[in-house]
């Protein structure tokens, strides 16, 4: 089974890395991305959109043979969920990493723009709960690696248009939140509950950390890849 890996913004398919011995032991061929424009200065990024982060993991899904599993990590949830709408039938399951599937005509989120990219705008930017469990060594770590990303991708919206995508079987690993804890706040999150409740076979996994479980508990992540994969 092939594994296309999304990574959220401002990461490449390097931050994947603790995931893929595993699942090659599991007998899969992972797939890790990483994403048009990433890294690259605003006079070749500008006119990248969300639409050609989502059409780059569907030309991964056409290369391969039968069906695939789509894994995408924060932000890049919003990518396979529009990859999951142009190819519903494609798709074995959508994994989502601490992250829940948007509902049409929503972006990621806003961040600061410098020199018309986005930076990654250093660890204080987000919340404490999120980052908790990044020690210092791995922090400067990771911060290393973050590319800038395209100016239009955060915000864009995205594009569903096949209802068929709630068809597909979908796992939601959450760092934090229980199932329970997770539907009590989509109950307040307006069209993203109504888009979760319309997913036909779902399940939440607690994974048990911040919203970085690749870099802060990489073992965790795997198994829980694998076994939603299987």
Sequence with gaps: MDIILVPGLWLDADSWGPALA???????NPRPLTLPGLGAPASETAGIRMSDWVAAVVATIDEADGQVVLVGHSGGGNVIWGAVDARP???RRAVFVDTVPPPPGTGISEFPVVDGVIPFPGWDFFDAEDVADLDAPTRAAAARTARSVPVQVPTDPIALTDVRRHDVPTTLLMGR???????GYLEQ???????YRSITHREVVRIGSGHWPQF????????LLVA???
């Design 22 to 28: 595993p699942l090659r032991e599991a007998g899969h």
């Design 89 to 91: 039938d494609r798709v």
């Design 177 to 183: 939140f229980t199932q329970d804890e997770l539907e």
């Design 189 to 195: 999150w307006g069209g993203y509950g109504d888009e």
């Design 216 to 223: 802060s508990a990489p073992e965790r992540l795997a198994e």
């Design 228 to 230: 939603a994969v299987d």
